[in-house]
Structure formats: structure tokens, C-alpha cells
């Protein structure tokens, strides 16, 4: 595991208003709207699930600080970690229209979360256009990051998987002002790792190995530290174009 005493993924704004601006113009109205619907938060303790695969979702999920995930369990034990969310993230933005979770959801570091009601989400796509046209563009980027995900998983190596991972939590974190210019809290053991790559521990152990040797990264205490982004962004093959961060002029 690495280090359990890292620094917080805790932004000084909101993060659901830095992540969101980068898809639409909000106005101070559309600001105020969501500084009230994020305000009222609960701390959550690290690997607890906060709705699980089967259950009925009454409530959509946010993620305030820390760090939060999508993932399968298979009938023989083994998990599928289909997505990190981030501060600024939904869980799920319309799972509360479905009669039943066909996935869980579970934090991995200690986070503040906020529960925000159908009934709240359907207000905001009522009465908040421009609020609505972000909610659409970060559905939208959920998707195009499960694509990419997917691509990594049947067309690159570990290492190159694993090195675009990398790079794509610093554009991420970055984007709501989390993530200096080469270095980021990774609150990951590397079995959670794994199982977002879709490979065994071991093999886990030996790609950061290699990629440390080759000078792409460093691991100290809960930080992951790029010496030479371009480098490796060079060697993932990284195209940040899926999290779609230039935000479209027409209609913002």
C-alpha cells in the first residue's frame, strides 16, 4: 500500500464549479446554484461503500474531496474498478431514475460527499439551462473516459495502461486545481490499482517497478511525482482530447 498518511484531495473552491466551468460559461446565478446544492456535506471513512451493486439508488452521490470509485465484484471474488472519481465528480449523475444499481460505488481514500436528491437534480434540469448543458458535457466526458479505459485495456501494455492512467489523473486533478504541474496525491494501494488496470497485483508490482526504473515516475509517501510530463505523456500515447477540457464557444 502506499503511504496512508498523504495529503487530501481537498481543493480551496469548489470543485464542482472549477470542473464544471470547463464546459460551460456559468453565470453568478448558476454559481450560487451550486455552491447551495454542495453545501451540505458528510465525511465518509475510507473504503466504505456508499451504495452497493442491487440497491436501490434514492440519492446521486458528489464528490467533494478525497477519492471515490465505480466498480464490479464477479460471483468468484475478483473486482473490476470501472472508474476514479474525483472532487467535482457525480457518481453516477442519473442513477436515481433506475430501479436498481448495476454497479457499486465505494470511497477509497477519506472524503467528504454530498447526497443530492432526484427531486434536486430534476429542478436543476428544469429551471437551470446552462447548468443542464454542463451536467450533459460531464455525462459525456464519464464516457469518453470509460472509453478510453477500455482501449487501454484491450490495445496497450501495462506500463503504457498504466503511464496514461497516470496522466490522466494529473490533467484531471489539475482541471479543479489539485495536482501541481508534475506531482499528485495517490491515495492507491496497488491491489486497487489492479484492479482498475484489469491485472494481477504481481504484474501491478512490476509495471510501477519498471517505470520507476525507467525514470517515467516516483512513489514517495502518497505522491506521485512526473520528472518529465511530456516524456511520459510521449510514452502512454496520452490525448487528453476525451476529457474534453477546451470548452465549445457556440451556445456556452
Known amino acids: 500500500m502506499f503511504a496512508p ?41 475510507a473504503r466504505q461503500d456508499l451504495i452497493r ?26 473486482r473490476q474498478i470501472l472508474a476514479f472519481l474525483i472532487p467535482g465528480d457525480f457518481c453516477d449523475l442519473h442513477v436515481a431514475i433506475l430501479g436498481f444499481m448495476d454497479h457499486s460505488i465505494c470511497t477509497l481514500s477519506p472524503c467528504t460527499m454530498v447526497a443530492i436528491s432526484g427531486e434536486t437534480i430534476a429542478d436543476l434540469t428544469l429551471n437551470h439551462p446552462r447548468i443542464t448543458r454542463a451536467l450533459w458535457w460531464a455525462t459525456l466526458v464519464d464516457e469518453g473516459i470509460l472509453r478510453e479505459w477500455l482501449t487501454g485495456m484491450g490495445q496497450r501494455s501495462s506500463e503504457a495502461q498504466t503511464a496514461h492512467l497516470f496522466c490522466e489523473l494529473l490533467v484531471r486533478l489539475q482541471a479543479v486545481g489539485l ?16 484492479d482498475a488496470l484489469g491485472i494481477s497485483a504481481v504484474h501491478m508490482n512490476r509495471t510501477l ?44
Open 5 to 45: 498518511g498523504l495529503p487530501c484531495l481537498e481543493p480551496a473552491s469548489n470543485p464542482l464549479i472549477l470542473k464544471l466551468e470547463h464546459g460551460v460559461a456559468l453565470s453568478d446565478a448558476d454559481k450560487a446554484t451550486l455552491e447551495a446544492l454542495s453545501a451540505r456535506t458528510r465525511e465518509v471513512e
Open 53 to 78: 451493486e442491487g440497491e436501490r439508488p434514492e440519492v446521486v452521490h458528489l464528490v467533494m474531496s478525497g477519492l471515490a470509485c465505480r466498480y464490479k465484484v464477479l460471483p468468484d471474488g475478483k
Open 179 to 194: 495536482a501541481a504541474p508534475n506531482s499528485f496525491p495517490l491515495p492507491l494501494t496497488q491491489n486497487e490499482l489492479a
Open 209 to 252: 517497478q519498471q517505470l520507476r526504473a525507467d525514470g517515467l515516475i516516483v512513489l514517495s509517501k502518497g505522491i506521485l511525482t512526473v520528472p518529465d510530463v511530456a516524456r511520459l505523456q510521449a510514452f502512454a500515447h496520452f490525448n487528453p482530447n476525451y476529457l474534453h477540457l477546451l470548452r465549445r464557444s457556440r451556445g456556452a
